[in-house]
């Protein structure tokens, strides 16, 4: 409850910060130099106004990239603080990565981001524009290498009240957006799309961050439309269309021996249309810590192939072969309301790990899933301490 207190109050003042009739000084990009014909490089002109606007204390400041152009943006960092308490971008046009892979100039030859937001306070992106991280040359050059070759497109770090709302983001070389360090953000009404066989190309990523709401928003992706990792708390999500892709997961949490925390996460009212997973949870074998409190409800299910899984065993390549004693705890997780097909027999799978530190609290309540070729469906558990009210498919596999 905590965690809805705080985003309501935001929204609350938000609203009268909106309402009251504060000065607005706009920073326009083609008044800095900023040419917009997707093929020249605008990198410098969107600093020089970025410096402007972060350094102006009076009204609310904003950054403003007009329709009807399109912007080659070099890798760039976005730094606060700025000394407003509150930024604007007002994002109209389109902005574009370069074209190819050769075609990245990177500075101190980091490739972790295309464009990045660092320790911003109050900062507002929105205006029905479109992000484009031209990601196919990334895709087909560097699958299967490591995940380092390919920056994620948006990254934002140590924000605190953060807005995205009516955007477009597409095609990003790895994770569309990545949420790090950040406490207090609303995110509605995106629309964020890749291929189907984009590898790794995440909708929205969540680490070490809290008191975020994800509503309204379409994603269709390689991977996770939204993937909720170690240190975040009081995540809800609602009414997210999320198909192609790997579903809403908690996790992975504990790769490599990692103490993970994740609690307090509400999904709602969700659609998961011909995706791997639908609602998931996974961890790996030797992780320590614990995801608890978690809770997807009225989710509605079309041809997801793993539409209810919660996996203990996590490994990318197949089952783990880890010996280790150790686990993330999953704990007082509950699937209510779920309704809609799956494209394989085995609907619901609850893996747990074997030893005294598995799954507890699972509660499986008012679940009907059939099967998308009219056969039977089925449910598997393995160390589950669970309990289930009124499912389809029966879940005859527990105690």
């Known amino acids: 409850m905590k965690g809805l207190y705080v985003l309501l109050m935001f929204v609350i003042a938000s609203r009268s910060l909106c309402a009251r009739e504060t000065p607005t000084p706009f920073f326009n990009v083609l008044s800095y130099g900023a040419?917009?014909?997707?093929?020249?490089?605008?990198?410098?002109?969107?600093?020089?106004?970025?410096?402007?606007?972060?350094?102006?204390?009076?009204?609310?400041?904003?950054?403003?990239?007009?329709r009807g152009k399109t912007f080659m943006l070099q890798p760039l960092l976005f730094q606060g603080p700025c000394k407003s308490a509150y930024i604007m971008i007002a994002l109209?046009?389109?902005?574009?990565?370069?074209?190819?892979?050769?075609?990245?100039k990177w500075p101190n030859n980091e490739r972790t981001a295309w464009i990045q937001f660092w320790q911003i306070s109050g900062l507002n992106i929105y205006g029905g524009g479109t992000f484009n991280g031209q990601g196919a040359p990334w895709w087909s050059k560097y699958l299967g290498s490591e995940e380092i070759n390919r920056p994620t497109a948006l990254v934002f770090s140590g924000c605190e009240n953060l807005q995205l709302h009516r955007l477009t983001h597409i095609d990003s070389p790895r994770n569309h957006i990545s949420i790090g360090s950040c406490n207090g953000?609303?995110?509605?009404?995106?629309n964020i799309i890749a291929p189907e066989t984009s590898h790794n190309t995440d909708g929205i990523d969540i680490a070490h961050s809290s008191n975020i709401l994800i509503r309204n928003s379409n994603i269709q992706t390689g991977d996770d439309c939204v993937a909720i990792n170690s240190g975040s708390s009081f995540i809800n999500i609602t009414g997210v269309f999320c198909g192609p892709g790997h579903g809403i997961s908690v996790g992975s949490l504990g790769r490599g021996g990692e103490y993970a925390m994740?609690?307090?996460?509400?999904?709602?009212?969700?659609?998961?249309?011909?995706?791997?997973?639908?609602?998931?949870?996974?961890?790996?074998?030797?992780?320590?810590?614990?995801?608890?409190?978690i809770t997807y409800e009225d989710i509605e299910i079309v041809g997801a192939y793993n539409p209810l899984i919660i996996d203990q065993h996590y490994h990318?390549?197949?089952?783990?072969?880890?010996?280790?004693?150790?686990?993330?705890?999953?704990?007082?997780?509950?699937?209510?309301?779920?309704?809609?097909?799956?494209?394989?027999?085995?609907?619901i799978?609850?893996?747990?790990?074997?030893?005294?530190?598995?799954?507890?609290?699972?509660?499986?309540?008012?679940?009907?899933?059939?099967?998308v070729a009219g056969g039977t469906t089925k449910?598997?558990?393995?160390?589950?301490?669970?309990?289930?009210?009124?499912?389809?498919?029966?879940?005859?596999?527990?105690?």
């Open 35 to 66: 040419i917009g014909d997707g093929q020249t490089d605008d990198t410098n002109a969107f600093l020089e106004a970025w410096q402007d606007v972060c350094g102006t204390v009076d009204g609310i400041p904003t950054l403003f990239i007009p």
């Open 92 to 104: 109209k046009g389109i902005i574009i990565a370069p074209h190819s892979v050769e075609a990245w």
């Open 185 to 190: 953000i609303i995110i509605s009404k995106l």
């Open 262 to 293: 994740v609690e307090e996460i509400h999904v709602r009212n969700c659609t998961f249309n011909g995706t791997q997973n639908g609602a998931r949870i996974k961890t790996w074998k030797g992780g320590s810590g614990y995801a608890r409190k």
């Open 316 to 347: 990318p390549n197949g089952k783990s072969e880890s010996t280790s004693s150790t686990a993330v705890e999953v704990s007082d997780v509950t699937f209510r309301k779920f309704r809609g097909t799956s494209a394989q027999e085995n609907a």
């Open 349 to 371: 799978q609850l893996n747990c790990d074997s030893n005294n530190i598995g799954c507890t609290n699972i509660v499986l309540d008012d679940i009907n899933i059939t099967n």
């Open 379 to 399: 449910a598997s558990c393995t160390n589950a301490h669970a309990t289930s009210i009124s499912c389809h498919p029966y879940v005859s596999c527990l105690p």
